[in-house]
């Protein structure tokens, strides 16, 4: 695809009115031949155009899409992908590929094997710019089943567990790997459930969002761009330690543990982000949107924990003046 193309395709994805007029800006082309392009995809079904006049509308248009739900019971997630998502990417790039078949068999599986539902309704989608794919099911609901498995009390706190990795409410089972990769393989990842949705959109912090409505159940939303370049294999690199293969690092946003209206400063918040961080070797805390640490916080994270923890590191990263200053408060003590 060509780039101009290309660039046509994301800003209709990301607004659909005056395409044109911004075409031209960014592209540095009159608007009429801005507007030549914008009817030469039209033609070619790439974008569909709604309404008349000043109320002209694009949106991308979907070249193929699925629907199916399933019983829960008996359901194997090697059958779903081949029969639904398989034929959709198969003329992809084998990087892209590669990243459905991790991602999208390890969510379905987790809906077989962890959300209790009794039908899992799935749909892939695919346009000219991205593929997407929900999985969706009407079971508890994943942030409670992980409150209740690890004893939480609020279900926001799955969120960050969630954010860490190597959790699993049936270790026998599974490994605790598969939504923290799946996570960081998609352009899109968003996980729907109850009033919360946690979202990784690559390039962009992690999100914890509240939502008035209370849903029931759990739905997982990905995307890939069709034409992405990433791959898994440097993804599961980028948090093993070197020759070992292993998931031993994590990267773990600190405000995911920082509520609506609450600053980080107690130890008990503390002991709510360092829980399980003795399952890792190396732990990247990134404080993106922290504007500021208490002392007691600070100490039982950097202080208290890596005395009791050597065998773990942790590095803080995107700090601001104030949090590095109290961060390094704690380490000379």
Known sequence: MKDSTRNLLKLVSDNGKNVSSRLA????????????????????GLIVKRGVGRGVTYALAELNRVTQEFERTGLSEDRVWQSMLAPIVADLPENVRDIWRYGFTEMVNNA???????????????????TQSWVSDDGEGIFVKIQKALNLYDPRESILELAKGKFTTDPVNHSGEGIFFSSKV??????RSGSLHFMHDDGLDDMLIERPKNASGTVVLMRSMNDCKRTTREIF???????EYTFAKTIVPVRLGQYEGEKLVSRSQAKRLIFRF???????LDFTGVEEIGQAFSDEVFRVFLNAHTDTKLVPINMVPAVKNMVSRAKAV
């Open 278 to 284: 003795d399952k890792f070797k190396t732990v990247i």
């Open 25 to 44: 800006t960014e592209s540095g082309v009159s608007r009429q031949a801005a507007s030549a392009r914008l009817r030469t995809a039209v033609k070619h």
């Open 186 to 191: 998609f352009d899109l990842f968003d996980i």
């Open 237 to 243: 690199d980028k948090f093993a330690v070197p020759d």
């Open 112 to 130: 077989i094997d962890h959300s209790c539902a009794n039908k899992i309704t799935i749909w892939c989608a695919r346009n000219a710019l991205y």
